[in-house]
């Protein structure tokens, strides 16, 4: 399932994809420091998530435990698909060029990165 987020509800859902189930009372408590969310906020955007089909919640003792119903790395994935397309029309290149322009790059990650080329390459060799 493709489920597309805004800036709010992926800080919902890393709660939610951190430790589940969690009640309402829980999430505002989690969330109330970052973000000043009233109770009734929470709950709309649960509302909003179960609606796209990306939270679910199951009726507990006395209040509702809810879940994550898609995984973190799915959804993070057609996200990053998202944004290359839209602001890179594709390019991995560019995107990559215009992190390293911005922000420099380390060491650790240079050597990071040249590790997932090597792997992609011999990925390539091994196909047919």
Same mark, same amino acid.
Not at 35 to 44: D, L, N, P, Y
Not at 113 to 119: K, Q, Y
């Given at each position: 399932m493709s489920v597309e987020l805004s800036a709010g509800e992926w800080k919902l859902m890393n709660q939610l994809w951190q430790a589940a189930p969690r009640t309402i009372t829980q999430l505002v408590a989690a969330l109330k420091p970052d973000?000043?969310?009233?109770?009734?906020? *929470?709950?709309?955007m649960l509302n909003r998530l179960e609606a796209k089909g990306a939270v679910r919640h199951q009726e507990g003792g006395r209040a509702k435990l809810y879940y994550p119903a898609v995984e973190r790395a799915g959804v993070a994935l057609r996200e990053t698909e998202? =944004? =290359?397309?839209? *602001?890179? %029309? %594709?390019?991995l290149g560019l995107l990559v060029n215009a992190l390293v322009q911005q922000k420099g790059i380390s060491e650790a990650e240079r050597r990071e =990165?040249?590790?997932? =080329?090597?792997?992609a390459e011999a990925k390539q060799e091994d196909e047919p």
């Open positions: 973000t000043g969310w009233t109770k009734h906020t *929470v709950i709309t998202n =944004l =290359l397309e839209r *602001v890179y %029309g %594709g390019s =990165l040249f590790r997932i =080329l090597e792997g």
